[in-house]
């Protein structure tokens, strides 16, 4: 897997490593290591991050995740002819913690 752009879903959320480190339940150090790219994060930490709204593209990078994105959306469309009440994101989101429930 590529590099998440912690800083990219920081920023869109408004969010400090501190707060983050705190939702995550680490040490704002663990955070500033996730960052830097000097350690994973661990695979519970994944589906928060995802329940927390990081998109396909920040968890996967650009390529990837825009391909995600798109058969998530696809999944859901051909399951359900169409979106009701759920914004996009929100299908997104709740693709994205399906898949990782199948990891």
Known sequence: MSKIDFLNFMNRRRISQVE???????RQSAVSQYVSGKSGVVFDKVEKLVELGITPEELFGETIGKKMREAIIKDYLSKSGEIKEQSPLEVV???????LKRI
């Open 20 to 26: 983050l480190a705190e939702v995550l339940g680490v």
């Open 93 to 99: 989101k709740e693709g994205l913690i399906e898949i």
